[in-house]
């Protein structure tokens, strides 16, 4: 287990660094550091004092050995606009972003787990059909679009909810239901098929010619069993969620790290990006990396086949 | 001493009858197909089939409401001239989204069919060769699963400046991982066939046997994540577009006319209802499709 966790660990370590030499390439060789903080209005002899001024005349790689020093404390530079350390920005923002992803992914699970097991238990009936039929129509509807369409349901016919900012829990109801919908079918087919593949199993029958309840059946020994592989494809989701809540957060007008990356990306504010782009990555390692673990944990093979 | 004739047996199916017939039978896919072709000659014949040109408008017929708002609201603009209503400039809304399939489908066509190429590439090599190869591979995939999508498309059009272009290619480049990790298993399961191993044996050379022997056999597969990634592709391209960094007004792409349309959503929903359905339709449309041929080729696999 050690040496399957440390294997691990070294894959991901390398994934950060690949990632980190990728976005510092993205923003120093396809932008220009000196004329994004120098600003529109600057001047040509301006743009040249700040690239002096800043080191961004130096050879690239002594660049990036500097900049990913600092980051490795921390310290990923001063935003070009707001003048203040990167680093306070993004935590100020990321509250937001993370409560939003929560209570995506804590939708996404109420909607898809009691869904998959009655769909697995009622194989091919009536309520079968329909959590397909919602997974088909679930999986096409663009998540802006369905943000928008929640708006004007819930927002401006009904009036039921708030559709803009971030203040209260109810202003997050509709944005974590228009993040959350897109990971509910992969997740109700995952435990579809689990408890699918568990109630179908050995252990089932015995525990059934044992004469347990079904419903101690269905939930202490098919739903374990089947809830391993979703808890792992649950932690890879929500780290999509983190990366693709800017666009919810843009219809939402919320201010959290996706709606701060859109308006740095809009106004070339270099660092922020970079800051943002290697946090989420970083987080997405991060979870993997956990349900890699927890796999190997509860299922020795994977320890074998995976390293 | 006669022999007795053999009764003629009633001619079997060919394999292609048989295919067509469950092709017929699968709603999904016939559906799919349906809403994929009528989107494709949509888009092919847009300029003959368009009321208005999709460009001009006009300050007189702004803000036009669709055709069923004389119907049920008695509304006195609304009209047949402009059976979908007219924007907040006085564009037709009906010629803006049949122009507006053009981009979708130029840009779902273009992205998948680059991100195929690096895809299926990478996936043939790690499931053929395994090993240190197969080892590269899956750190190439891992690592492009870490990047951001969305951020990372955003952040590079907003450097690169947004053309057509830069966006199949930022796509292109940023969705070959599903390919790259189906074929790698679809290639491992064609590899230890007997056949070739036979083509191994009399001496075929690697590239002989990775594109006659090995890819027609994960040919069904690739189709099905070709028309993932498609849908995939268009739901970007409408996301970066609505965030205002993917095609450049005034070109109608649907998702540029939501983003247009957001500011009218206190008083027109018509304006946020209709390019949302047509991204929605073809989306549906080619996920269908995509499921039908993964049943229809396989029908093992239904589930």
């Excluded at chain 1, 220009?32 to 001047?43: F, I, S, V, W």
């Excluded at chain 1, 943002?276 to 074998?304: H, K």
């Excluded at chain 2, 840009?107 to 395994?130: D, P």
Aim: charged letters at 15%; one cysteine or more; aromatic letters at 10%.
């Amino acid at each position: 287990m050690l040496r399957f966790a440390i294997g691990r660990l070294g894959i991901a370590a390398l994934v950060v660094l690949v990632v980190s030499v990728i976005v510092f390439g993205l923003t120093h060789v396809a932008a220009d550091p000196a004329r994004a903080m120098a600003g529109e209005n600057a001047t040509a002899a301006d743009v040249e004092a700040i690239r002096k001024a800043e080191g961004f005349d130096r050879p690239l790689p002594i660049q990036y050995a500097e900049w990913i020093g600092r980051a490795a404390s921390g310290d990923f530079g001063r935003s070009y606009l707001m003048k203040e350390p990167v680093i306070g920005i993004v935590a100020h923002r990321l509250p937001v972003t993370l409560t939003l992803g929560v209570m995506a992914l804590a939708f996404a699970l109420c909607v898809a787990l009691p869904l998959g097991v009655l769909a697995a238990v009622r194989q091919n009936s009536l309520l079968d059909r329909f959590a397909l039929a919602v997974a088909v129509l679930g999986q096409a509807l663009p998540n802006f679009w369905f943000a928008l369409v929640l708006i004007v349901v819930f927002g401006v016919w009904l009036q039921w909810l708030p559709t803009s900012g971030a203040d209260s829990w109810e202003h997050m109801i509709l944005p974590a239901v228009a993040l959350g919908y897109y990971a509910t079918p992969a997740l109700m087919r995952l435990t579809r098929t689990g408890m699918l593949e568990a109630l179908g199993s050995d252990y089932i029958r015995t525990a059934r010619a044992k004469g347990l309840l079904p419903p101690s059946v269905l939930f202490k020994h098919a739903l374990r069993n089947a809830v391993i592989p979703v808890v792992s494809l649950a932690a890879v989701q929500f780290g999509f969620m983190l990366g693709g809540s800017i666009v919810i957060e843009a219809v939402f007008s919320m201010h959290g790290v996706g709606y701060l990356a859109w308006e740095s990306i809009q106004r070339s504010d270099l660092p922020v990006i970079q800051a943002i782009v290697l946090m989420i990555a970083l987080f997405y390692v991060v979870l993997t990396f956990l349900a890699d673990l927890l796999n190997g944990w509860l299922d020795p093979r994977l320890r074998v086949a995976g390293a | 001493m006669t022999i007795a004739p053999i009764a003629a047996e009633p001619a079997a199916p060919s394999p292609r009858t048989l295919m067509w017939r469950r092709v017929r039978a699968h709603k999904g896919l016939m559906f799919g197909i349906v809403v994929l072709v009528a989107m494709l000659l949509m888009a092919l014949a847009a300029p003959l089939i368009v009321p208005h040109d999709p460009y001009t408008g006009a300050l007189a017929r702004r803000r036009i409401p669709p055709v069923w708002h004389a119907w049920f609201y008695d509304h006195p603009r609304a009209g047949w001239t402009y059976p979908l209503g007219t924007d907040r400039l006085g564009r037709d809304y009906l010629s803006r989204l049949i122009y507006g399939s053009q981009i979708s489908l130029l840009i779902g066509f273009s992205a998948m069919f680059v991100s195929g190429i690096i895809g299926s590439t990478l996936g043939l090599l790690a499931g053929y060769f395994g090993g240190k190869v197969d080892m590269v591979v899956s750190f190439f995939v891992t690592t492009r699963l870490s990047l951001p999508v969305v951020l990372v498309a955003l952040a590079v059009v907003a450097v690169a400046g947004s053309s057509l272009i830069v966006l199949i290619l930022v796509l292109g480049l940023l969705l070959w991982d599903r390919f790259a990790v189906v074929m790698r298993a679809a290639t491992q399961q064609a590899r230890s066939l007997d056949y070739v191993a036979a083509g191994e044996a009399i001496g075929c050379s690697t590239s002989y046997l990775l594109l006659r022997e090995v890819l027609p056999n994960v040919l069904n597969p690739l189709i099905v994540v070709a028309t993932i990634e498609m849908a995939n592709a268009i739901l970007l391209e409408a996301a970066l577009s609505f965030l205002g960094l993917g095609v450049r007004p005034p070109q109608p792409s649907w998702g540029l006319m939501l983003a247009e349309a957001k500011e009218e959503i206190f008083f027109n929903t018509w304006m946020i209802g209709l390019p949302g359905i047509a991204l929605f339709l073809l989306v549906l449309g080619i996920n269908l499709l995509g499921d039908g041929v993964r049943d229809v080729t396989a029908p093992e696999n239904r589930n």
